[in-house]
């Protein structure tokens, strides 16, 4: 069965600090990675990734993933409040047609 | 461009009440059609995907069900709520392609009481 976990499920940040967020997965035949942010409702669409070491970067978020150890991170650097949001990573495989998700880093940014 | 509409945004349902709710796409033609619910703390689980007018599959199963009557409808319908309905109901499509992304309606809270 595919697996997609994510880590921390829930992260604490002051303003201005560099955060990491992590998953894993376990699927078969991988073909690509997604990370979603979702404030209140809808996820709005973040990167996607398909090869490996090959950064993803968008003003301060930058993603990259690592097919060899079954992961991907998500950067945020200089957070702001506007940052907090549950952070969704979603895999798609051959095995399905809808993405897998994982449960979501939620995380909350102070000022 | 393309857009998809979701509704109602919020419902408050009794339990054994029915259930109906619908999501539409514009801009497109032939997309992936899904309902996920997310559950409180949770990530999305996918309840149902389409891949054309008439063709259903369930992944979990449940007292829900869903149709696609038209290219660009699907609808979740239930005959009878449980308690354990309540969450947050997403529609999303895709291209239907290999690497593409999920594009997500705005949600239904839906609370059984």
């Known amino acids: 069965e595919d697996k997609v976990v994510q880590s921390p499920l829930s992260l604490v940040v002051h303003e201005g600090d560099t955060v990491t967020l992590n998953c894993s997965y376990e699927?078969?035949?991988?073909?690509?990675l997604l990370w979603y942010k979702q404030e209140k409702k809808a996820p709005t669409f973040l990167f996607m990734l398909t090869s490996s070491g090959i950064e993803k970067k968008s003003g301060r978020l930058s993603s990259i993933l690592d097919k060899k150890e079954l992961s991907s991170i998500l950067n945020i650097t200089a957070t702001q409040t506007g940052d907090s949001a549950i952070y969704l990573c979603a895999v798609e495989s051959d095995s399905g047609y809808a993405l897998n998700f994982g449960k979501g880093t939620s995380l909350l940014v102070t000022p | 461009s393309q857009t998809i509409h979701q509704w109602p945004a919020t419902l408050v349902q009794p339990v054994g009440s029915p259930l109906s709710l619908e999501c539409t796409v514009e801009g497109t033609s032939n997309p992936n059609l899904y309902w996920y619910r997310q559950a409180a703390g949770r990530g999305l689980q996918l309840l149902f995907y389409s891949v054309g007018i008439g063709q259903i599959s369930s992944e979990v199963p449940q007292n829900l069900s869903a149709s696609r009557p038209q290219d660009r409808q699907f609808i979740l319908s239930s005959k009878k709520l449980l308690l354990s309905d309540s969450g947050f109901y997403l529609c999303?499509?895709?291209?239907?392609?290999?690497?593409?992304?999920?594009?997500f309606g705005q949600g239904t809270r839906l609370t059984v009481v």
């Open positions: 999303a499509w895709t291209r239907g392609t290999a690497n593409t992304e999920a594009f």
């Open positions: 699927v078969t035949n991988f073909r690509s």
